[in-house]
Antibody, heavy 118, light 107 residues
Framework: QLQLQESGPGLVKPSETLSLTCTVS??????????WGWIRQPPGKGLEWIGN???????YNNPSLKSRVTISVDTSKNHFSLKLTSVTAADTAVYYC??????????WGQGTLVTVSS | EIVMTQSPATLSVSPGERATLSCRAS??????LAWYQQKPGQAPRLLIF???TRATGIPARFSGSGSGTEFTLTISSLQSEDLAVYYC??????????FGQGTKVEI
């Protein structure tokens, strides 16, 4: 049974770096069939795609987040990670990790709330 | 970037009635359109992909139609457990993959 579990600090100070990890169980992250991605949802608002990564490390990021986003993968640990630099209150959101097949999100993690506040 | 616009923002429907949700793309996305359901306090889940194909385990009362720029999600006979926000998402032109702003279905 595939499970995706986000982990990381729930509180980040403004201007610092948000770091999250998604641990995948029940499926190998190295399977060439899938991309692995991050999507976020500010409180009470809609969904915003952040970026995707393939098992070989190739990435696609949302241009709106410019160069603040880094997504990496560690196949030995079967997890992938998100780093978002220079955060502001606008980055406060529930962050979901996800599995994509043919560009469709067919599995979501439960999500983790990250609050940006001093 | 493809802009996805959903209407209405909120839809009030009685149990057993039909619900019709719309999604419009700023340019043609062919049939590369998915619908997701997000119940309160939960992560979204995939309902429909390819504009009209139900995902595994999705009840037959959910159906999708459309292509190009105009899409519809229909819930044929609304159940109380269908209370949720529904999002459309295009995956024709990326990055970025883009979502609509959501339609909230109230019972």
């Amino acid at each position: 049974q595939l499970q995706l579990q986000e982990s990381g600090p729930g509180l980040v100070k403004p201007s610092e770096t948000l770091s999250l990890t998604c641990t995948v169980s029940g499926s190998s992250i190295s399977r060439s069939t899938y991309y692995w991605g991050w999507i976020r949802q500010p409180p009470g608002k809609g969904l915003e795609w952040i970026g995707n990564i393939y098992y070989n490390g190739s990435t696609y990021n949302n241009p709106s987040l410019k160069s603040r986003v880094t997504i990496s993968v560690d196949t030995s640990k079967n997890h992938f990670s998100l780093k978002l630099t220079s955060v502001t209150a606008a980055d406060t959101a529930v962050y979901y990790c996800a599995r994509l097949s043919s560009n469709i999100v067919n599995r979501w993690g439960q999500g983790t709330l990250v609050t940006v506040s001093s | 970037e493809i802009v996805m616009t959903q209407s209405p923002a909120t839809l009030s429907v009685s149990p057993g009635e039909r619900a019709t949700l719309s999604c419009r793309a700023s340019q043609s996305v062919s049939s590369n359109l998915a619908w997701y359901q997000q119940k309160p306090g939960q992560a979204p889940r995939l309902l429909i992909f390819g504009a009209s194909t139900r995902a595994t385990g999705i009840p037959a009362r959910f159906s999708g139609s459309g292509s190009g720029t105009e899409f519809t999600l229909t819930i044929s006979s609304l159940q109380s457990e269908d209370l949720a926000v529904y999002y459309c998402q295009q995956y024709s032109f990326w990055p970025p993959w883009t979502f609509g702003q959501g339609t909230k279905v109230e019972i």
